[in-house]
């Protein structure tokens, strides 16, 4: 499920030039090819629209990209263009627009040949279009810089990832297994405000549904899930063990499926060992992360959308809370009962039965690991006062995972906040940063503000 950014990409030129010097447009051929390649390489879908000159040209690329439903729009000067030949037309696409502010040569120094400035001068023509667009209320991004000598189209791409992010978020359909945890307030928001302020639908189930997809999970089904988890995994749980939590994982996985579903949640204490349904899913949490379907615990599918959303975009994300805080280390702990995305697992993970304390299921068997080194940034999604959200969004370092073997059993990882702990639990609760959150591997920190911008979400940064 997981989900390549589509973009329209729309090259920019001035009609003037083809009258007056009609060869000069093949000399851009090269150029425009290796931009396109190189959005693709960063894990774009590219939709090209041909090089756009004047009004209608404009309008057919727009309506283009509307019959191929990208998730945004990059532009692409190639020369001077007026931008009153296409501002017009991008008010008519309301999806988030980008401009990739670059040029065919490195260097333009005193050496240059005067022939050269036919093929570098565009940036004016991005500031006659981007000043206009300003005036007219249409918002854009900008990535600057030289092909080969910068990460301008990585930017560009974490810009789309953004835009792509956003619109999933805010397209999420949500399962729910049973109520919301009792008493669990701080991700708890009613349905009709999910869907009216992010877009995010729930439908909510009891275990007889659970039961029910389960029924129709054949034997040979759960012999093939077996095979491949003992590929993928250190399998360590016994065979019973095993076999149980991959029937009621391929049930939730049917249901999923079958409704069409881009996140969901369960709460533990609606499963009572009624309907079949013996054990929890928390095999299907953790996989299903890896495919793109996003999960929060204990009823909360506002988190699970948008770890959806963002694993589908941008990849490497987990569900995951703050347990606890190593004052000494200046780091927190994080875990929970048994979900995590084996995507962000550093080594190979481990399948284990975990001892289950609630009364009426059996022990379930749970996937493991530690999570890779290196940066990352903790996201929370933190519902405020007057039915407003905000993006929580705190750079971290994840250290090197434990070398205790009675660990091993457990969903576990290190981060240390860029703030130091003791002014990230401050700030993070002063912006009302709920207990369940994402962990985004990677340096996203730009592309994952310009997801809340998208979002309509207002973000906060602890560093």
């Known amino acids: 499920m997981k989900t390549r950014p589509k973009v329209g990409f729309l090259p920019l030129y001035l009609k003037l030039y083809d009258d007056a010097l ?9 150029f425009l090819e290796s931009i396109e390649r190189g959005l693709g390489s960063c894990g774009l879908d590219v939709v090209s629209a041909p090089v756009c000159r004047i009004k209608p040209e404009f309008e057919r690329a727009v309506n283009q990209f509307r019959k191929a439903d990208v998730d945004c729009m990059i532009t692409l000067h190639l020369a001077y263009s007026p931008s009153l030949e296409s501002v017009a037309a991008m008010a008519k696409l309301d999806v988030p627009l980008i401009i990739l502010d670059t040029t065919m040569d490195l260097s333009f120094d005193q050496k240059v040949h005067p022939d050269r400035i036919m093929y570098n001068h565009g940036v004016h023509g991005v500031m006659d279009f981007a000043s206009m667009l300003r005036r007219n209320g249409r918002p854009f991004s900008i990535v600057a810089g030289h092909l080969g000598n910068s990460d301008v189209l990585e930017r560009a791409a974490e810009q789309a990832r953004a835009a792509c992010a956003a619109r999933q978020l805010k397209t999420t359909r949500a399962l729910r297994i049973g109520e919301s945890f009792k008493g669990m307030g701080d991700f708890a928001v009613p349905e009709t405000v999910m869907r009216q302020q992010l877009g ?27 095979g491949r988890d003992r590929e993928r995994y250190r399998v360590m749980a016994d ?19 079958d409704g069409g579903y881009g996140a969901f949640s369960m709460n533990f204490l609606a499963f009572n060992g009624s309907h079949g349904v013996d054990t929890l899913p928390f095999l299907e949490a953790s996989k299903g992360m890896e495919r ?18 963002l694993q589908r975009s941008f990849g490497s994300t987990t569900f995951t809370e703050v347990f606890c805080p190593d004052w000494k280390g200046d780091s927190v702990f ?43 940034v903790f996201v929370n999604l933190a519902p405020g006062p007057g039915n407003t959200f905000g993006l929580v969004l705190v750079p ?10 009675d660990m091993e059993s457990v969903v576990r990882g290190w981060i240390r906040p860029k703030s130091g702990v003791v002014r990230f639990l401050e700030e993070y609760s002063r912006h009302g940063g709920t207990h369940h959150s994402a962990l985004v591997l990677g340096n996203r920190l730009e592309g994952l503000l310009a997801f809340a911008n998208h979002a309509g979400l207002k973000p906060v940064v602890i560093k």
């Open 22 to 30: 009609p060869e000069r447009r093949a000399g851009f051929k090269a």
């Open 200 to 226: 995010i639908t729930v439908k909510q189930v009891g275990v007889a549904e659970l039961g029910k997809a389960m029924r129709a999970v054949s034997s040979r089904d759960v012999s093939a899930e077996l």
């Open 239 to 257: 065979r019973s063990v095993h076999e149980r939590s991959v029937l009621v994982s391929l049930g939730l996985r049917r249901l999923l499926e």
């Open 292 to 309: 793109g379907i996003g999960y929060g615990g204990e009823g909360d599918v506002l988190t699970a959308a948008m770890v959806g959303a």
């Open 334 to 376: 994080l875990s929970h009962m048994g979900e995590i995305n084996p995507a962000v697992a550093e080594g190979r993970p481990v399948l284990v039965e975990k001892p289950f304390l609630f009364p009426g299921t059996k022990n379930p068997a749970v996937i493991t690991c530690g999570l890779k080194k290196g940066p990352a």
């Open 396 to 405: 971290v370092t994840v250290l090197a995972d434990t070398r205790r073997k």
